[in-house]
């Protein structure tokens, strides 16, 4: 199996948020997309499990994803550890994706940072032959994607590449709106939350568009250089 889009997100709605965008335009050219949560997002303050499961599922629905994944480690502690590198390595070596989207590397919650080094690290070893990771207990092959792409979130981060996500963006924010919980109901009752939410996504994107001279736009760091083969392919 090999697809195009792996995107990893500490929390459900945060690769929605920061990349549905991308995912939105790879979709509709019949890419093939998968998103991992790392965590249930279990601390956050409104909704519970059976809730932002289903909510999930709904965002996930919306954007026609191939396949969702939990990888269940503990929300406000992701730690970069062995075990955790192996749980990751186990979801790249399963999908073969051609590339991966991982969190902001620098943002308001601790826990994107943590995640972005988790996996950056596990990005890398799984192109290792000698780590060994086992998938229903089939010895999996060592797999390595193109790039690893850091989405940009809460705080602003000065992107390396913008993606023109124009066309998606109003399905973007039907997506986002699918979580519920997070950010129209319990949250805020007067729905003001998802509202500064949605503009802030929206502010982002332009500022992001208007680089490249397009209406909206998601922007993204590398820690690699970005190449092309033809410097008129670029905009
Ligand atoms: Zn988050």
Redesign the pocket.
């Known amino acids: 199996m090999s697809i195009d889009i792996l995107a990893f997100?500490?929390?459900p709605d945060?690769v929605e948020c920061a990349a549905a965008g991308v995912i939105l335009k790879t979709i509709s050219r019949q890419g093939k997309v998968v998103i991992a949560d790392l965590t249930k997002g279990e601390l956050g303050s409104f909704g519970d499990e059976h809730t932002r499961n289903k909510e999930a599922a709904e965002a996930s629905k919306k954007l026609g994803l191939f396949a969702r994944e939990q990888l269940n480690l503990m929300d406000g502690n992701i730690e970069n550890t062995h075990e955790n590198r192996l749980k990751v390595i186990e979801i790249i070596r399963k999908y073969q994706p051609k590339i991966i989207l991982a969190n902001a590397v620098f943002d308001r919650?601790s826990?994107?940072k943590k995640a972005a080094d988790l996996i950056r690290e596990a990005s890398f070893l799984s192109g290792l032959r000698k780590i060994e990771t086992y998938h229903q207990g089939k010895a999996q092959h060592k797999w390595r994607s193109r790039a690893v792409y850091n989405y940009i979130q809460d705080y602003f981060i000065k992107p390396d590449v913008v993606v023109d996500i124009s066309d998606f963006f109003n399905q973007k924010t039907e997506v986002i709106k699918a979580y519920e919980t997070q950010f129209l109901t319990a949250a805020d009752p007067s729905a003001v939350g998802i509202l500064n939410l949605l503009k802030q996504i929206e502010s982002t994107n332009q500022i992001f568009g208007r680089a490249i001279g397009v209406k909206y736009a998601e922007g993204f760091t590398c820690e690699r250089y970005i190449g092309t083969k033809d410097l008129m392919d670029l905009i």
């Open positions: 997100g500490a929390h945060d919650h826990d994107h």
